[in-house]
């Protein structure tokens, strides 16, 4: 596929998907939604809906959880710990994300001030996708992200979701990240390493027009428009929106343009008394030329910006390094108080991931273009100085149900559900010849184009029971149990590493037992300790060897105890972290042959401090700071991609519609690789953005709202991540700091 084509000649599978979702949201935005997850008490002619109950430890209405009080520490805190919480817990609300996320930032950029959290994004601040992510150590790879509470399924080979296909940061009313396996009740496929929970903004309670746009550095161009229904009283209360926005960039490395259109709409409804209809979809199409990482000889000689090149004989030309990606996500939610204290929640969804990239064979390194007799539709062609790449593509059709029930008891809460999830993928990849329109070729007569050639699914059970129980006042105990079994299975004409014919079937279930203990000593000071066991399957990759292993599942036993305290001047929370990683899967390459195998374990330890103190009204101090020790337990090795420390600080200002940030992140020093020893060291570095705005009232209510950003303001240029190696096997590939950047953004509320 030709890059100018990657809007106008969608496949008939991805039509399907995105027909269905603009008539779905059609139908919301004209018929309206309700705020929140239910409302509170309906009337015929009122626009109050009812409120059906939460599903909390402390039953319906847990009063630790509701919202902070404006004009307090907790309501202006760029994140801070909830008093409900029974584990490690950073919350980024809504406040600090309309005053100072940049709105072309993707969610995994929100969470990145939150403690013993790095984030890189190499091309700027939301352009493409994030690079990599971890918390506490633990990859992208090894925790869930979802979204309304639903995991957002990802590659069918690690579990990791492509944050940049997804959901965008004017669709989003908080993000939560969770830095434990939660409890029985908390479902996905890697509770393993913790969970970022997003959650869509509530709809609004007056019709509104909602233009906004965003210009700024590397020729980012943003603009959007939202559109709220208001409450329409004729449906009983329901409100909805429907929110568009295109995104067009340059990127800080050179030639990473980036094309983003994004759909988002919510729709949420009461029906009779006791029931609310939630109704969530989106639509994604990017298009981006993307950098795979460049050597440390390259960005001195060619700069800290050095992506991709506009030589065609080169395998790393921009016009030979593209992805194209069509991605959609629905739910649909019926939750319903069944009176006497049940309440059920069912929740149906569907997602899709549509990605088809051409790669050069070896960019930025040092393979050899083509020269000699290959084969091109078998014939032998004479080839000098071709350059050679790849075509890759990749999607899947995910889809699953989520079932939880509550019932409210004298003694506490029960909780049970089960979520079911099936996911099925095609994926391939061929040899081409880029510099002659993408031609397959082979390397002998009897040879196949094709690297690898595979159908994959995956299946997954997760039952789970726990109870909330009350035994004392201020006490929760939630002991829980949860049961996970995940089926992989592969048919390959081509395997992936072997290429020869594999067909497997692997299942991968544990117990995964949990209990937490949350007790208020006093009003805004809460206390918790928690055990849980974590799970994760093995990658796809264990079955794409000659024979394949019957490997135990990665596990982690999570131990961890802290405490909350918050008052309206300040809000602190600090906790101590022990985690046993076990059944680690490690590798080996036996006479060419990939062998894997459970190869021992683990250790991730820590502290983690959080708080923010309001020094004055509207002016506020935000700081937090980690110690993260992981090392495998025989060697005493560090694990790659994890930093020793974290850290975070920066006054805030609030007040009369103005408001201002300065944070600065600290990532401390770590290693690209750990197998077999540490290898690739990279330095500390810090960063800081800047965020100003001023919220202008207008008439009726209404308003506008100018915002200015600069992220990286001291322009650091540190590498900050090794993205593998060259094609020898041991040049490494680098990712730095994208370079100053400064946004401005405007948005009205009509």
């Given at each position: 596929m030709?890059?100018k084509?990657?809007?106008?000649?969608?496949?008939?599978?991805?039509r399907?998907p995105?027909?269905?979702?603009?008539i779905t949201?059609a139908?919301?935005?004209a018929?309206?939604?309700?705020?929140?997850?239910?409302?509170?008490?309906?009337?015929?002619?009122?626009?109050?809906p009812?409120?059906?109950g939460?599903?909390?430890?402390?039953?319906n209405?847990d009063?630790?959880?509701?919202?902070?009080?404006?004009?307090?520490a907790?309501?202006?805190?760029?994140?801070?710990?909830?008093l409900?919480?029974t584990q490690?817990?950073s919350?980024v609300?809504?406040?600090f994300?309309?005053?100072?996320?940049?709105?072309?930032?993707n969610?995994?950029?929100?969470?990145?001030?939150?403690p013993?959290?790095?984030?890189?994004?190499?091309?700027?601040?939301g352009?493409?996708?994030?690079?990599?992510?971890?918390?506490?150590?633990?990859?992208?790879?090894q925790f869930?992200?979802?979204?309304?509470?639903?995991?957002?399924?990802?590659?069918?080979?690690?579990?990791?979701?492509?944050?940049?296909?997804?959901f965008?940061?004017?669709?989003?009313?908080?993000?939560?990240?969770?830095?434990?396996?939660?409890t029985?009740?908390?479902?996905?496929?890697?509770?393993?390493?913790g969970?970022?929970s997003?959650?869509?903004?509530?709809?609004?309670?007056?019709?509104?027009?909602?233009?906004?746009?965003?210009i700024?550095s590397f020729?980012?161009?943003?603009?959007?428009?939202?559109?709220?229904?208001g409450?329409?009283?004729?449906?009983?209360?329901?409100?909805?929106?429907?929110?568009?926005?295109?995104?067009?960039s340059?990127?800080?490395?050179?030639?990473?343009t980036?094309?983003?259109?994004?759909v988002?709409?919510?729709?949420?409804?009461?029906?009779?008394?006791?029931?609310?209809?939630t109704?969530g979809?989106?639509?994604?199409?990017?298009?981006?030329h993307?950098?795979?990482?460049?050597?440390?000889?390259?960005?001195?000689?060619?700069?800290?910006?050095?992506?991709?090149?506009?030589?065609?004989?080169?395998q790393a030309?921009?016009?030979?390094?593209?992805?194209?990606?069509?991605?959609?996500?629905?739910?649909?939610?019926?939750?319903s108080?069944l009176?006497?204290g049940?309440v059920?929640?069912?929740?149906p969804?569907?997602?899709?991931?549509?990605?088809?990239?051409?790669?050069?064979?070896?960019?930025n390194?040092?393979t050899?273009?083509l020269?000699?007799?290959f084969?091109?539709n078998g014939?032998?062609?004479?080839?000098s100085?071709?350059?050679p790449?790849?075509?890759?593509?990749?999607?899947?059709?995910?889809?699953?149900n989520?079932?939880?029930?509550t019932?409210?008891t004298?003694?506490?809460?029960?909780?049970?559900?089960l979520?079911?999830?099936?996911?099925a993928?095609?994926v391939?990849?061929?040899?081409?010849?880029?510099s002659?329109?993408?031609?397959?070729?082979?390397?002998?007569?009897?040879?196949?184009?094709?690297d690898?050639?595979?159908?994959?699914?995956?299946t997954?059970?997760?039952?789970?029971?726990?109870?909330?129980a009350?035994?004392?006042?201020?006490?929760?105990?939630?002991?829980?149990?949860?049961?996970t079994?995940?089926?992989?299975?592969?048919?390959?004409p081509?395997?992936?590493g072997?290429?020869?014919?594999?067909?497997?079937?692997?299942?991968y279930?544990?117990?995964q037992?949990?209990i937490?203990?949350?007790?208020?000593?006093?009003?805004?000071?809460?206390?918790?300790?928690?055990?849980a066991?974590?799970?994760?399957a093995p990658?796809?990759g264990?079955?794409?060897?000659?024979?394949?292993?019957?490997?135990?599942?990665q596990?982690?036993w999570?131990y961890q105890v802290?405490?909350t305290?918050?008052?309206?001047?300040?809000?602190?929370?600090?906790d101590?972290?022990?985690i046993?990683?076990?059944?680690?899967?490690?590798?080996?390459?036996v006479?060419g042959?990939?062998?894997?195998?459970n190869g021992?374990g683990?250790?991730?330890q820590g502290v983690e401090?959080?708080?923010?103190a309001?020094?004055?009204?509207?002016?506020?101090?935000?700081?937090?700071?980690?110690?993260?020790d992981?090392?495998y337990?025989?060697s005493h090795?560090?694990?790659?991609?994890?930093?020793?420390?974290?850290?975070?600080?920066?006054p805030?200002?609030?007040?009369?519609?103005?408001?201002a940030?300065l944070?600065?992140?600290?990532?401390?020093?770590?290693?690209g690789?750990?197998?077999?020893?540490?290898?690739?060291?990279?330095?500390s570095?810090?960063?800081?953005?800047f965020?100003?705005?001023y919220?202008l009232?207008?008439?009726n209510?209404?308003?506008?709202?100018?915002?200015?950003n600069?992220?990286?303001?001291?322009d650091?240029?540190?590498?900050?991540?090794?993205?593998?190696t060259?094609?020898?096997?041991?040049t490494?590939?680098?990712f730095?700091?994208?370079?100053?950047?400064?946004?401005?953004?405007?948005?009205?509320?009509?």
């Open positions: 030709k890059a084509d990657w809007m106008t000649r969608p496949s008939r599978k991805r399907r995105a027909l269905c979702l603009r949201l139908a919301a935005l018929g309206g939604a309700v705020r929140g997850v239910a409302a509170q008490a309906l009337n015929p002619d009122t626009s109050a009812r409120d059906i939460t599903v909390s430890a402390a039953g209405g009063a630790l959880s509701a919202p902070p009080a404006p004009g307090t907790a309501a202006a805190a760029p994140s801070r710990a909830p409900d919480a490690p817990t919350l609300g809504p406040r994300i309309d005053r100072a996320v940049i709105p072309t930032q969610y995994d950029s929100i969470i990145k001030f939150t013993s959290v790095q984030n890189v994004e190499p091309v700027g601040p352009l493409q996708q994030n690079f990599y992510q971890t918390i506490r150590g633990f990859s992208y790879k869930n992200s979802t979204f309304d509470g639903i995991v957002i399924p990802g590659t069918i080979s690690s579990f990791a979701p492509q944050s940049g296909a997804y965008m940061a004017h669709d989003i009313g908080s993000v939560e990240v969770d830095r434990g396996p939660g029985a009740s908390t479902t996905g496929y890697a509770t393993f390493g969970t970022v997003i959650r869509s903004k509530p709809p609004l309670d007056t019709f509104t027009v909602n233009p906004y746009g965003t700024g020729n980012t161009k943003l603009r959007g428009i939202e559109v709220d229904s409450v329409i009283p004729r449906l009983g209360g329901a409100r909805g929106y429907l929110d568009l926005e295109q995104v067009d340059d990127g800080y490395l050179t030639n990473t980036t094309r983003r259109i994004n988002f709409g919510k729709f949420e409804a009461p029906i009779g008394e006791s029931t609310l209809l109704f979809g989106m639509y994604n199409r990017s298009f981006t993307t950098p795979i990482g460049a050597t440390l000889d390259q960005i001195r000689r060619l700069g800290a910006n050095y992506g991709l090149n506009n030589d065609p004989r080169s030309y921009r016009g030979y390094n593209y992805d194209a990606y069509s991605t959609d996500f629905e739910y649909l939610r019926v939750k108080d009176g006497d049940w059920i929640e069912e929740t969804y569907t997602a899709s991931y549509y990605h088809n990239g051409i790669v050069g064979l070896d960019p390194g040092t050899p273009n020269t000699g007799r084969f091109i014939r032998a062609t004479a080839l100085n071709a350059v790449g790849r075509a890759v593509h990749s999607d899947f059709r995910d889809y699953g989520l079932l939880r029930v019932k409210d004298s003694y506490g809460q029960a909780r049970a559900g979520w079911f999830d099936r996911n993928a095609n391939y990849r061929t040899n081409i010849v880029l002659r329109s993408n031609v397959s070729y082979a390397r002998t007569v009897a040879g196949s184009p094709y690898y050639l595979y159908h994959a699914n995956l997954t059970y997760q039952p789970y029971f726990e109870f909330a009350t035994p004392l006042p201020g006490l929760v105990i939630t002991p829980g149990l949860k049961y079994s995940i089926t992989r299975g592969l048919d390959a081509i395997n992936q072997t290429r020869v014919r594999a067909k497997y079937d692997r299942t279930d544990a117990l037992p949990s937490d203990a949350r007790y208020t000593f006093a009003k805004g000071l809460v206390g918790y300790v928690q055990a066991r974590g799970f994760l990658p796809l264990v079955l794409q060897t000659l024979a394949p292993q019957s490997l135990s599942p596990d982690t999570n802290g405490a305290w918050q008052t309206d001047r300040f809000t602190v929370s600090g101590l972290y022990y046993d990683f076990g059944n680690r899967i490690a590798s080996r390459n006479g042959t990939t062998i894997y195998f021992g683990a250790v991730y401090l959080e708080g923010t309001r020094v004055t009204e509207g002016l506020l101090i935000y700081a937090n700071a980690t110690v993260n992981t090392h337990k025989f090795t560090r694990l790659a991609a994890s930093p020793d420390r974290t850290a975070a600080i920066g805030l200002i609030d007040r009369d519609g103005f408001s940030s944070l600065a992140k600290y990532i401390g020093p770590q290693y690789q750990d197998t077999p020893v540490n290898a690739f060291k990279l330095k570095y810090v960063t800081a953005d965020a100003m705005g919220t009232p207008i008439l209510n209404r308003k506008l709202d100018f915002r200015l600069a992220n990286n303001i001291a650091d240029h540190s590498p900050i991540f090794l993205n593998g060259a094609g020898d096997g041991k490494g590939l680098f730095t700091n994208a370079g100053r950047s400064v946004f401005f953004s405007l948005a009205a509320s009509l």
